[in-house]
């Protein structure tokens, strides 16, 4: 059964970091792509930043220059480092993973940036 286990969310003020990791196991297959969404209550679910098995990158314009992600392929896990951090960074972050052809959640980890 495939699990992603997501740490590192909290409380921080604007202008700090966070980092956050995800590990995923249980698969034996290959794990492809790799990322972040996150949610605000009351609006949908937005793609932040994604990494292919390869090490292309891709980022919501919104996090660009702000927010780094990357992966230890050995470790099939995958980090997100947030600098500048703002009040509107404020959300549930899902770390995600496509493994084979099905795509897999993690439970979801809460950032608040408080003003």
């Known amino acids: 059964q495939v699990q992603l286990v997501e740490s590192g969310g909290g409380l921080v003020q604007a202008g700090g970091s966070l980092r956050l990791s995800c590990a995923a196991s249980?698969?034996?297959?290959?794990?492809?792509?790799m990322g972040w969404h996150r949610q605000v209550p009351g609006k949908q679910r937005e793609l932040v930043a994604l990494i292919t098995s390869g090490g292309g990158t891709n980022y919501a314009d919104s996090v660009k220059d702000r927010f780094t992600i990357s992966r230890d392929n050995a470790k099939n896990t995958v980090y997100l480092q947030m600098n500048s951090l703002k009040p509107e960074d404020t959300a549930v972050y899902y770390c995600f993973a496509i493994i084979g052809g099905p795509t897999y959640w993690g439970q979801g980890t809460q950032v608040t940036v408080s003003s």
């Open positions: 249980g698969s034996p297959f290959r794990f492809n792509d």
